[in-house]
């Protein structure tokens, strides 16, 4: 098993920045592909971005591009996000993914959770 948990979430406003982390702890050896997905109330889970063992290929919805920016350090098992120009419609609930497949933009595809952390971006 592998356990996950954020953290950095918080209130900031428009424009602002926030870098969640993910620490992986548990079974962490071998090869995982880490990433963040996000749920604001009444909508269904996303895809926000992914990132290889390697680190070398990583993946964001076309809304990320630009403005977050995923990265991993393995010797630490942490996997962070870092989200710059926030806007409003980035208010959500953020959870960090594992699997030891390839990266995927499919929930279903993620073996391990984490129990998220609540980004907030007021107008």
């Known amino acids: 098993q592998v356990q996950l948990v954020e953290s950095g979430g918080g209130l900031v406003q428009a424009g602002g920045s926030l870098r969640l982390s993910c620490a992986a702890s548990?079974?962490?050896?071998?090869?995982?592909?880490m990433g963040w997905f996000r749920q604001a109330p009444g909508k269904e889970r996303e895809f926000v971005a992914a990132?290889?063992?390697?680190?070398?290929?990583?993946d964001y919805t076309d809304s990320a591009k630009g403005r977050f920016t995923i990265s991993r350090e393995n010797a630490e098992n942490t996997v962070y996000l870092q989200m710059n120009s926030l806007k409003p419609e980035d208010t959500a609930v953020y959870y960090c993914?594992?699997?030891?497949?390839?990266?995927?933009?499919?929930?279903?595809?993620?073996?391990?959770w984490g129990r998220g952390t609540q980004v907030t971006v007021s107008s």
């Open positions: 993914v594992a699997n030891r497949g390839p990266s995927s933009r499919n929930w279903l595809n993620y073996d391990y």
């Open positions: 548990g079974r962490t050896y071998g090869s995982y592909t």
């Open positions: 990132i290889t063992w390697s680190g070398t290929s990583t």
